[in-house]
């Protein structure tokens, strides 16, 4: 069974880092495309950075040279990290494999549940 | 702003028939599939059409997936209690970098 699972969000000063990760089972990080997905309270959803084969990356330009993706093979775990938070990144974020290749991408087929990042004074 | 623009909300009785549109361009919806997700209240999305018309296999045929040159169109008959949730459409834009997109968001409400 296909799982994900979230943790490291909470409450930060705007300016501060938090590091996200996404544990997954049943399938292989390093062997799919992974991505981020946020979601501003009562907002819709935003797709936000994603990492595949040879870790090539690619980012939202809202987020571009604050928010690192990254993943662990080991521990068969995808991570955010977010540096110089500011207020307009509160949100869940959650983590999803997605169905894709380098000229198609096809859907979003497993998520997370989210984690909660509160961005504030 | 998403460039996938959804009804923001839609309703009918137990029973009955929505209908959810996704009105794109040709630089996403007509050239690239599209994939719909249910979200509940407090949960995450959920896939349940993908590649335009094709349901996962644990998703009742009480929804369908369609589209036709800009836009797509997500149905649901049967309409049930637990369908209440908000409803996202999402594609590829090929003029946007990158062009992973979500629609607007549609919030079905059973009366």
């Known amino acids: 069974e296909v799982q994900l699972v979230e943790s490291g969000g909470g409450l930060i000063q705007p300016g501060g880092s938090l590091r996200l990760a996404c544990e997954a089972s049943g399938f292989t990080v390093s062997n799919n495309y992974m991505s981020w997905v946020r979601q501003a309270p009562g907002k819709g959803l935003e797709w936000v950075s994603v990492?595949?084969?040879?870790?090539?990356?690619s980012y939202v330009d809202s987020v571009k040279g604050r928010f690192t993706i990254s993943r662990d093979s080991s521990k068969n775990t995808l991570y955010l990290q977010m540096n110089s938070l500011k207020v307009e990144d509160t949100a869940v974020y959650f983590c999803?494999?997605?169905?894709?290749?380098?000229?198609?991408?096809?859907?979003?087929?497993?998520w997370g549940q989210g984690t909660l990042v509160t961005v504030s004074s | 702003q998403s460039v996938l623009t959804q009804p923001p909300s839609v309703s009918a009785a137990p029973g009955q028939k929505v209908t959810i549109s996704c009105s794109g361009s040709s630089s996403n919806i007509e050239n690239n599939y599209v994939s719909w997700y249910q979200q509940l209240p407090g949960t995450a999305p959920k896939l349940i059409i993908y590649e335009n018309d094709k349901r996962p296999s644990e998703i009742p045929d009480r929804f369908s997936g369609s589209k036709s040159g800009t836009s797509a169109t997500l149905g649901i008959t049967g309409l049930q209690t637990g369908d209440e949730a908000d409803y996202y459409c999402?594609?590829?834009?090929?003029?946007?970098?990158?062009?992973?997109?979500f629609g607007t968001g549609t919030k079905v409400t059973v009366l």
């Open positions: 999402g594609s590829w834009d090929s003029r946007l970098s990158p062009g992973r997109i």
């Open positions: 999803a494999r997605s169905k894709e290749t380098s000229t198609i991408f096809y859907y979003f087929d497993y």
């Open positions: 990492i595949y084969s040879g870790d090539s990356v």
